[in-house]
């Protein structure tokens, strides 16, 4: 027999019809009441029409919006590319993870996973691609791990793998590094082949200290962090040290802000000598911080905190400003020559900034500066991670005279055609190659190399590092002819220019530097 509750309230509706339409007159017919009587009977025929339909439509109407409710609540907790349970859902079961108990051989685990450069992917060949690479991405993820882990995209180019029966701390990491090993083998797309690598951050739950799943994620969060910094596409491993560290930057973060209004950022500089003749020609900005009254905090630590949050582009144009003024101030007053030009180096945010070429060229104007008088320092990860990005600016402002310095050369993995494509004018060999230039002879090769490239692509070449005499007389043999480093000259505070250009008049007489 067919259940009645499986039954469509379309189907029940001729039946419904046959009542209302036959019911009253065969009833008024049947007991010859009056016509006050058979109203009275085509209403209870409605009321049992009605009650029929209910008993029909009810139960499945129930269905129906919980069908609908289902959908819409999977809809929430899945993320429509991949398939994958998304973050609130991953939250969820974190949560679900907490509340319940694991024995002591078990380390609950969560993998955070970030794809390195992706911006790259859908900048050079459009977000369609960068789709394809996530879904591709998802199912490997899914394809590698246990079957009780929960593989969730988070958001853009983030994923997150929560191993609930984790053997050990090690087992995650282990499977972390398998992981990458699976990501780095090439994705077949439509337009073909990619290859692409990612950070993995793990972090372990502790049986013994209260955590919350946002606790939990924000360590793996940050773990990845660690394996970003450490040139990526490796494992980072969040340890307790690490919510020190994060306190720590928290409050330099907040003390950065307001750096500029509170007067404590300050510029130092470093001539640039001129070998052959003995002079300065040039100096390079370097960025100081007097916190507070504190110590001087180091520009490695508050210049990637400034770069993450976006203050790096306000600081930096203070910065363009203070440094030419500068230079401006020394010309006038005689510090050095008029053709004497000034360093600056620039970070990939300010140059995503659309408005940077327009800060560069006030700089230059509010210090009646000819843009020749300016070099911007970029280095080889901008132009390897940013190509585009720093093209775009780059040839800007190279079209309007001011020219480009490629910093510590030779510490990346930049090839001579994109040496080529970018508007570059100078190379400035890195120290780690310049300190064994005079006693060691594979660096001594290394750097006879990029002066001869240097040469052949009719560069600049400036030497960095310089803290000995051998070196920087191997350097002028070479063909090296401008150099910087402590054997010249510490960075200094403006007003201890003048000082300083003074004194190195003494170098002009050491064997190797200076007209002969």
């Known amino acids: 027999m067919t259940d009645p509750r499986g ?13 209302f339409t036959w019911a009253p007159p065969v009833l008024a017919w049947a007991t010859g009441v009056a016509a006050v009587v ?54 969820h079961r974190i949560e679900q993870l907490l509340r319940g108990s694991w024995s002591r051989d078990e380390h609950p685990s969560l993998l955070f996973v970030d794809l390195d450069r992706f911006k790259n992917i859908n900048d050079s060949f459009g977000h369609e691609a960068g789709d394809e ?33 984790a053997a050990s701390e090690a087992s995650a990491a282990e499977l972390a590094e398998a992981l990458l090993i699976d990501i780095r083998e090439p994705l077949a797309l439509r337009r073909g082949d990619l290859f692409i690598t990612a950070s993995i ?35 980072g491993h969040y340890d307790a040290s690490m919510q020190e560290r994060i306190a720590h930057r928290l409050a330099l973060e907040t003390a950065l802000r307001r750096a500029i209004e509170r007067d404590e950022l300050q510029l130092y500089h470093q001539p640039i000598l001129d070998i052959t003749r003995g002079e300065v020609v040039g100096f390079e900005a370097l960025m100081r911080w007097q916190r507070g009254e504190g110590d001087l905090v180091s520009p490695a630590e508050f210049i990637p905190i400034a770069e993450d949050n976006g203050t790096i582009v306000e600081i930096g144009a203070w910065a363009l400003r203070e ?18 030009t000034m360093s600056v180096n620039v970070s990939p945010r300010q140059l995503s900034d659309p408005a940077f070429p327009d800060v560069v060229m006030g700089a230059l104007a509010g210090a009646s500066l000819d843009p020749s008088a300016l070099w911007l320092e970029v280095t080889e990860s901008l132009m390897i991670g940013e190509p585009e990005l720093a093209l775009d600016s780059l040839r800007s ?17 930049s ?24 006693t060691d002879g594979a660096d001594r090769s290394l750097v006879r190399t990029i002066i001869a490239m240097a040469s052949a692509l009719d560069l600049d070449l400036v030497a960095e590092g310089v803290e000995t005499m051998p070196q920087l007389e191997t350097l002028g043999q070479l063909g090296c002819h401008k150099a910087q480093g402590y054997l010249i000259s510490r960075p200094v505070p403006a007003d201890a220019m003048r000082t300083t250009v003074s004194g190195l008049g003494r170098l002009g007489h050491l064997p190797g530097i200076g007209p002969d």
Request: proline share 4%.
């Open 397 to 413: 402002l190279g079209e309007r005279g001011v020219r480009i310095a490629m910093d510590d050369f030779g510490t990346g993995y």
């Open 38 to 91: 058979a109203r009275e009977t085509t209403v209870a025929a409605l009321a049992l029409v009605a009650a029929i339909a209910s008993s029909v439509y009810a139960p499945w109407a129930r269905r129906r919006y919980e069908q609908r409710r289902d959908a819409l609540l999977e809809r929430t907790q899945i993320d429509a590319l991949t398939g994958l349970p998304n973050r609130i859902l991953l939250l």
């Open 415 to 438: 090839s001579l055609s994109l040496l080529q494509k970018f508007p570059l004018h100078r190379v400035k060999i890195d120290r780690a190659f310049v300190q064994g230039v005079a």
């Open 323 to 340: 440094a030419l003024g500068q230079l401006r101030d020394w010309i006038t007053h005689g510090v050095c020559a008029a053709d004497a």
């Open 7 to 19: 039954t469509h309230p379309r189907r029940s509706a001729p039946l419904g019809v046959v009542l």
């Open 201 to 235: 951050g793990v972090a372990t739950l502790s049986a013994t200290k209260n955590s919350s799943a946002l606790d939990l994620l924000r360590n793996a969060d940050n773990a990845m962090y660690r394996a970003k910094d450490a040139g990526r596409d490796c494992v």
């Open 133 to 165: 690479v996530l879904a591709i991405v998802g199912r490997r993820l899914r394809d590698a791990v246990p079957s009780d882990a929960t593989v969730a995209r988070l958001s853009g180019d983030e994923f997150a793998v929560l191993l609930p029966a």
